[in-house]
């Protein structure tokens, strides 16, 4: 039970409901909070909205620089509805920010919100001390990474940052610098836990600058390796993974532990290929290191529901960049190194997700295009020897940090679909893509940047996947899983997923877009499902899903539907007049006859017996059938007056709507006759400029268009890729000479005596970099050649 005043900091915030009689409560979308518009922002910020899960939703407003806590009722009073608690918990930060908020996210218990910008980085607690103002609450807030990421001499750029799914106190951000960062609140807020420096093109080799900066990353699901696995995408839509990388003191199921740590057991020591069992050791010994229960056989008999891991890094080897994934290839299809992107611009966002027994990637591309592939194989530990890591370790000699270096290992090996697979296990090969469709959202192209896509998964249904863009929000439901499917023991086609426009927020037309500046999908437990969308102009937006028959196929047969349209309509004239009425009276046979019948007398005795053989036959069938056509006729006599008074009133609709048709025809008329002169006037206008001597120029060559799709190339992914690459060189390089001139200042010299070891060290620091220099000025010519031909091409244009 939760009161309007905080009891104490150890309040659990996910589970009380308040229970104030001064609380009124509203539907969400009418709530006070998103009542006052506000003046948009001249950048709409990505989500402002989270939900813990249970029952309550935070909103962050960012004119009052604040965090409104709204307490929620899912399906009160009536299923389709979402009730919210007015007025709202405040909680206001203890320190000022002086970023501009653009997205929150809350952590796995609801305790702690991330409050993320381009210029800062904050978590603020969910508990506090109460403050002066009505419904306000104080909180403490924290600052993540500033020296790293937010100082004045630096311009390394956040590009992902999110909360571990097996930790409360751990985030990961992924960096310009191609860094990726594991930060624990609970130990350190400036250092970080864990890096892994991402090196995903071997030396000697280069390729596209888009190769080499990444764009953004999401942790694995609970599937066996995945849960230990890290995708990173890059901005050529090239994904890698890191596996394995926990987080000291993260929580995990002991079931799926014991399951990968047996199969690496079964299936890695016990092979005759030396490579499997050198793979399948180094996973073993690190699962024992890190969650020591394994090792220990006492626990066979009471085995715990989830165990803690322990700080640990193999000593002599880091961890390998598994990629780029491949693609599995059809037979016949050439297979390259790493094959061309299939969508149009760069790749911007990335989602991982988990069904049943399937692993799903979804890239999005600039171009409005969503990727989607499964991956083919299961996910193994992959470490490169003889590359030791380097460690920080406490006065008790405990591994409190980690850094290391993960380098790409080129690997020649092509699955193709009509190949049988390894049967090896543990062979350290990354896991191949199987790619199961490719969604074209048709977003408008009003960017040169291209569409901005965010993406979330639906808390109910797995199968479905929001896409939040800047014409509204689609839903994409997933009709075919491969491993699952294969497992149901369904032999089903692949089927392409369906799509289907959920929130509209284009203005007018479509060039003009309003995108959302905030979005959650909410269930419960009784089946149930709600998005809430947060406009630009500060409007809530409340939807409700369905859920039911989502996944159910649907299969229409054109040719039974006609004949169920139709058996109605025979049913009903069929229920007028019955078929045995319509078949007409039954035919009579007449009885045989004598010769001397025809010269008989009517009065005679044979022919009145005659007579009256054939009358009686008569009234057998045809009166006694006269009889039942106006029995039929009378008692349908209603029926039939009540279908023709329906014609009648259907004669009547019909009458006045081509009333109103003439009416609107000249209407149509004049603006037939607009239409017709502004044609007019456009062609005129077309041959106007026919005649101006741009016109006639000469096509383009084969030559020619190539390299203009390559300067376009360039242009959207290419110099933002070397740009970045230069702010990370330039910020390495200003790191280097403080960190030069920090210790050639702090060291002191004795009189007389020179320090040899001091100069070497001197000497291999102004060698690095002046290389560092070198690239540099490497990169920004490359750059500036760069920029000089798509000027010149656009001069050459006009």
Not at 212 to 236: E, M, N, T
Not at 385 to 393: A, Q, S
Not at 620 to 634: D, I, P, Q, R, T
Not at 714 to 737: C, D, G, I, M, P
Request: with cysteine; aromatic share 8%.
């Amino acid at each position: 039970m939760r009161f309007n005043f905080d009891i104490s900091s150890t309040d659990d915030p996910k589970t009380q409901t308040p229970t104030d009689p001064q609380l009124q409560w509203v539907p969400l979308q009418n709530h006070p909070l998103f009542s006052s518009t506000t003046a948009a922002a001249a950048a709409v910020p990505e989500n402002l909205l989270a939900w813990d899960g249970a029952s309550r939703v935070y909103y962050w407003d960012s004119a009052k620089q604040c965090l409104n806590r709204i307490s929620i009722r899912l399906g009160e009073p009536d299923p389709t509805s979402v009730l919210a608690a007015s007025p709202a918990k405040a909680l206001q930060a203890d320190v000022p920010l002086n970023f501009l908020v653009n997205r929150i996210s809350i952590n796995r218990n609801g305790s702690a919100i991330l409050l993320a910008g381009s210029d800062g980085l904050r978590v603020m607690y969910l508990y506090g001390r109460s403050s002066t103002q009505v419904n306000t609450t104080i909180c403490r807030t924290v600052s993540i990474g500033s020296d790293i990421y937010f100082n004045q001499s630096n311009v390394i750029r956040t590009l992902q940052i999110s909360w571990h799914p097996y930790s409360d106190t751990h985030i990961g951000i992924l960096s310009s610098d191609s860094v990726f960062r594991l930060f624990d609140l609970s130990s350190s807020l400036g250092q970080p836990e864990q890096e892994y420096y991402l090196q995903p093109v071997e030396s000697g080799r280069s390729r596209k600058a888009a190769s080499i900066c990444p764009v953004d990353f999401s942790f694995g699901g609970d599937h066996l390796w995945d849960k230990f696995s890290v995708f990173i995408v890059f901005s050529d839509g090239a994904v890698y993974i890191l596996c394995p990388v926990v987080p000291f003191g993260g929580v995990y199921k002991w079931d799926s532990l014991l399951e990968i740590y047996t199969d690496a057991q079964t299936f890695g020591r016990r092979s005759s290929n030396s490579k499997s069992v050198s793979n399948s050791n180094c996973a073993i010994s690190w699962l024992e290191a890190t969650f020591p229960e394994l090792a220990h056989e006492s626990l066979e008999v009471a085995n715990p529901s989830a165990v803690k891991a322990q700080p640990y890094a193999l000593f002599d080897a880091s961890i390998s960049l598994q990629g780029p994934l491949q693609k599995v290839c059809h037979s016949g299809e050439e297979t390259h190194e790493f094959q061309a992107a299939e969508c149009e611009g760069r790749a911007v966002s990335f989602l991982y997700n988990s069904v049943s027994k399937d692993s799903i990637l979804i890239t999005a591309w600039s171009g409005g295009q969503l990727q989607v592939d499964a991956l083919a194989d299961e996910i193994q530990p992959l470490w490169a020897l003889d590359c030791p890591p380097r460690l920080r370790v406490d006065s008790y000699d405990r591994i409190v940090g980690v850094a290391m270096i993960c380098e790409s290992l080129r690997q020649h090996s092509v699955v193709q679909l009509d190949q049988s697979p390894d049967p090896t296990p543990w062979m350290g090969h990354s896991p191949p893509l199987l790619r199961l469709a490719i969604v074209d959202l048709a977003l408008p192209k009003t960017k040169e940047s291209g569409s901005k896509i965010l993406m979330f998964i639906d808390p109910l249904v797995p199968e479905r996947i929001y896409s939040v863009h800047d014409g509204g929000v689609d839903s994409i439901v997933l009709h075919f899983l491969p491993f699952t499917s294969q497992a149901s023991g369904k032999h089903e086609i692949m089927r392409t997923p369906s799509v289907h426009s959920v929130l509209n927020t284009c203005q007018g037309d479509s060039s003009t877009q309003s995108p959302l500046s905030g979005f959650v999908s909410l269930s419960d437990s009784f089946g149930s499902s709600w998005i809430v969308g947060l406009t630009s102009s500060n409007e809530c937006v409340v939807l409700e899903m369905e859920t039911w028959n989502l996944l159910i196929p649907i299969d229409i047969d054109q040719g039974t539907n006609a004949l169920n349209i139709q058996e109605p309509r025979e049913s009903g004239t069929s229920t007028i007049i019955s078929k045995e009425l319509l078949g007409g009276p039954k035919a009579v046979l007449l009885p045989p006859s004598t010769p001397f019948l025809r010269s008989a007398n009517a009065d005679s005795i044979e022919g009145r017996s005659t007579l009256h053989q054939y009358i009686k036959l008569f009234n057998e069938n045809y009166v006694e059938y006269a009889h039942k056509v106006c029995f039929e006729l009378e008692c349908h006599g209603p029926q039939l007056k009540k279908i023709i008074d329906d014609q009648h009133a259907r004669l009547r609709e019909a009458h006045q709507r081509l009333s109103k048709v003439e009416e609107k025809q000249g209407k149509l008329d004049e603006r037939t006759g607009r239409v017709v002169q502004r044609h007019n006037l456009l062609e005129e206008r077309l041959q106007s400029l026919r005649k101006l001597p741009g016109v006639h120029k000469k096509p383009l060559s084969k030559a020619e268009r190539e390299f203009k799709s390559e300067l376009d190339m360039f242009r959207e992914v290419e110099l933002e890729a070397l740009h970045s690459s230069v702010e990370a060189l330039n910020a390495r390089l200003k790191r280097y000479t403080h960190s030069l001139r920090s210790k050639v200042s702090g060291q002191h010299r004795l009189p007389g005596r020179k320090n040899y070891f001091q100069d070497d060290q001197i000497s291999r620091l102004r060698s690095a970099v002046e290389k560092l220099s070198l690239v540099n000025s490497e990169n920004t010519e490359k750059v500036k050649m760069v920029e000089s031909a798509l000027k010149s091409r656009d001069k050459t244009d006009c």
